[in-house]
């Protein structure tokens, strides 16, 4: 079995961020998302991977690499014909995973706390040509949706429908055998012009296949918004086993240090902190004069100093000085947030902030 991960899009509801950075590389307790759907195969013993990414893309192969940290091989393949859908992004790996072979499909943005071994067993065991996940999620507007008749059987997948047939969202895992080429092979465009995963699905339930679907007990997370990213945050720190957490910087001995908290090589906590975890501390980074809350991540190189964070992301190389409280942000990479420093009678604010950026003073 392969399997492929789609790591593409544009990512346009975290613009501006994303202007300069794929978001399947926003980090999720100190790592980039797109690790987790990664772990989550090659758990369930896959080792052959292909990546589906945007055309020009650089970055996600310089962070993912081959493949061989996790014991297995990744290939790039970049989308061809534009954004088509996420059923498109499948068939473009066709020669990839070739057309007799069960395979994996992983939306790179999806993070599940059981993993997905579960599904892919019940995929192998019941000899499934399609297996699901599904859950119950308040967003059902923006998923596929499961349809049921009177007697509960599956009866096919509605995508983003107004007004959902269940409270059962399709989750981003699914497991296929050849008979996804087939299904493709009878598809039409949606009316917003994609290849939608879900008309996969109701095909293969309306011609007769065995399509089967577990119900999702534990957390999963579709982090399609700031504040869903946030939320998988926090669902990933709570995941982390306890040995993960080690404090690996330099320390002042009158620093306070409380619960679960990974602080990486190289950084420097000052005499008066305290951190209360869960907390994630990036390489190299800096923090004096602050309070660090829970379910806070810090990238790399960052300096944190006279400030109050709690659940919040902070990418690399940001600057936080004399700010207040901060909570429930997310932060750039490279952004400085200092106090206004002037001897001129005024109080108003500077900002110099991009695009579709939320700002509350």
């Known amino acids: 079995m392969k399997a492929i991960i789609a790591a593409g899009g544009h990512a346009t509801r975290f613009r501006p961020i994303t202007w300069s950075m794929n978001k399947h590389l926003l980090p999720l307790a ?44 990744i290939t790039y393949l970049e989308q061809e014909g534009g954004p088509r859908g996420i059923a498109h992004a499948v068939y473009n790996a066709h020669q990839f995973l070739g057309e007799n ?12 706390r059981e993993g997905i071994k579960k599904i892919v067993d019940r995929f192998v065991h019941d000899r499934l040509n399609c297996a699901l996940t599904l859950s119950r999620a308040p967003n059902l507007t923006e998923l596929g949706v499961a349809q049921f008749d009177h007697e509960g059987k599956l009866i096919g997948v509605i995508e983003k429908p107004k007004n959902p047939p269940s409270d059962l969202g399709v989750t981003g895992v699914y497991v296929y055998d050849k008979s996804f080429f087939e299904a493709f092979k009878h598809l039409q465009p949606s009316g917003r012009g994609e290849y939608e995963i879900s008309d996969i699905h109701t095909w293969l339930i309306q011609n007769g ?8 007990d534990g957390w999963w997370k579709d982090p399609g918004r700031p504040a869903q990213l946030l939320d998988g945050n926090i669902l990933a720190m709570n995941t982390l086993l306890p040995e993960s957490y080690i404090l690996e910087g330099e320390i002042d001995v009158a620093a306070q240090i409380h619960g679960l908290v990974k ?25 004096d004069k602050a309070f660090i809350g829970p379910f806070t991540t ?14 919040s992301i902070i990418l690399d190389k940001s600057t ?27 109080s108003g604010s500077r900002l110099f902030i991009g695009d579709n950026a939320l700002v509350e003073l």
């Open 263 to 287: 602080i990486e090589k190289g950084a420097l906590i000052g005499p008066d902190v305290l951190i209360r975890g869960p907390v994630v501390v990036g390489k190299d980074s800096k923090i």
């Open 101 to 112: 072979e069960p395979f994996i499909f992983h939306l790179g943005d999806n993070i599940f």
């Open 320 to 346: 936080i000085q004399n700010v207040g409280r901060i909570d429930s942000s997310l932060v750039g990479r490279n952004v400085t947030i200092v106090s206004r420093q002037s001897s001129l009678p005024c």
């Open 209 to 216: 296949y065995r399509v089967g679907y577990d119900v999702v």
């Open 30 to 73: 100190g790592k980039p998302m797109l690790f987790y759907p990664i772990e989550n195969v090659v758990n369930a013993g896959v080792k052959e991977i292909a990546i589906n990414i945007n055309p020009g893309e650089e970055e996600v192969q310089k962070v993912v690499g081959d493949g061989s940290r996790w014991g297995a091989h």
């Open 298 to 311: 810090i990238g790399a190189e960052c300096v944190i100093n006279g400030t109050e964070i709690e659940n």
